[in-house]
């Protein structure tokens, strides 16, 4: 029963920050589901993350999509291209034993910490011109790999890339990268499905609380759209904190 209960409680965390953001909670999904709900395989852990974040996505998405926050040009070649990596991704995890993979996620969610929370340059986008289709694949190959080997939707990846190379206004970026990441995911569970390393029964409870963090979210995102900053700033500081305490609990394990 605990179980359920701590996963319907991450699911409204991973939700929250998702349909906020456009992407960054499935990187706490990993580290809830280990040390909160108390899935002791890290590879099971990043299989049921991926299940629930599928479908937390979806959730997220359909409210983006409704509002035509999607462009779907551009989702069609970062997600074609960043499919053959995900897959490459998820199966090489496969091959790295837990506590290994649990120090890189530590390690990755630190950078990720810090470059949310230190204030980065304003950038200039130009009007909408043609977009370089050979960087959207390239860059959607890499953040595929990124996301297929810790089991991420890795919108926190996806969103900058897209303003960087396509130029978009961030609430289209937000959209398209909600549709990108939807289909990494799905690949990405997909892939653990076929190892049997996902609890559908935990998936099912985390994507419930999703649902709810979704709205919540959407409706922060509404409310604090003057102040892009704060939402920002406050999910960069929790995965710090969160990357830091898994980094010296793997640490420490590995001296004791």
């Given at each position: 029963m605990f179980e359920a209960v701590a996963a319907i409680l991450s699911g409204v965390i991973v939700g929250t920050i998702t349909a906020a953001l456009g992407g960054g909670g499935s990187i706490l999904c990993v580290p809830l589901l280990?040390?909160?709900?108390?899935?002791?395989?890290?590879?099971?852990?990043?299989?049921?993350?991926?299940?629930?974040?599928?479908?937390?996505?979806?959730?997220?998405?359909?409210?983006?999509?409704?509002?035509?926050h999607v462009r779907w040009d551009l989702a069609k070649w970062f997600g074609g291209f960043g499919l053959a990596g995900v897959c490459a991704g998820a199966i090489a995890a496969q091959q790295v034993p837990g506590d290994q993979l649990l120090i890189l996620l530590g390690g990755l969610m630190l950078y990720i910490g810090v470059r949310s929370i230190i204030p980065r340059s304003c950038e200039t986008h130009h009007?909408?011109?043609?977009?370089?289709?050979?960087?959207?694949?390239?860059?959607?190959?890499?953040?595929?790999?990124?996301?297929?080997?810790?089991?991420i939707s890795a919108g926190f990846l996806i969103v900058p890339a897209l303003r960087r190379v396509a130029r978009i206004a961030m609430s289209s970026a937000i959209g398209t990268s909600l549709a990108v990441a939807s289909v990494f995911a799905l690949a990405t569970s997909v892939t653990y499905t076929l190892h049997g390393s996902v609890d559908f029964r935990l998936a099912a409870a985390t994507t419930a609380g999703g649902g709810l963090g979704a709205a919540?979210?959407?409706?922060?995102?509404?409310?604090?759209?003057?102040?892009?900053?704060?939402?920002?700033?406050?999910?960069?500081?929790?995965?710090?904190?969160?990357?830091?305490?898994?980094c010296l609990k793997q640490i420490s394990r590995l001296i004791g």
């Amino acid at each position: 029963m605990f179980e359920a209960v701590a996963a319907i409680l991450s699911g409204v965390i991973v939700g929250t920050i998702t349909a906020a953001l456009g992407g960054g909670g499935s990187i706490l999904c990993v580290p809830l589901l280990i040390y909160f709900v108390g899935i002791g395989d890290t590879h099971l852990a990043i299989g049921t993350s991926a299940a629930a974040i599928t479908a937390i996505l979806l959730l997220s998405f359909f409210a983006r999509a409704r509002a035509g926050h999607v462009r779907w040009d551009l989702a069609k070649w970062f997600g074609g291209f960043g499919l053959a990596g995900v897959c490459a991704g998820a199966i090489a995890a496969q091959q790295v034993p837990g506590d290994q993979l649990l120090i890189l996620l530590g390690g990755l969610m630190l950078y990720i910490g810090v470059r949310s929370i230190i204030p980065r340059s304003c950038e200039t986008h130009h009007a909408a011109g043609k977009t370089s289709h050979p960087k959207l694949a390239l860059c959607g190959t890499a953040v595929g790999l990124v996301s297929g080997f810790f089991g991420i939707s890795a919108g926190f990846l996806i969103v900058p890339a897209l303003r960087r190379v396509a130029r978009i206004a961030m609430s289209s970026a937000i959209g398209t990268s909600l549709a990108v990441a939807s289909v990494f995911a799905l690949a990405t569970s997909v892939t653990y499905t076929l190892h049997g390393s996902v609890d559908f029964r935990l998936a099912a409870a985390t994507t419930a609380g999703g649902g709810l963090g979704a709205a919540f979210g959407i409706f922060l995102d509404r409310h604090l759209a003057s102040k892009p900053r704060t939402l920002e700033v406050l999910f960069g500081v929790s995965v710090f904190i969160a990357g830091a305490v898994i980094c010296l609990k793997q640490i420490s394990r590995l001296i004791g």
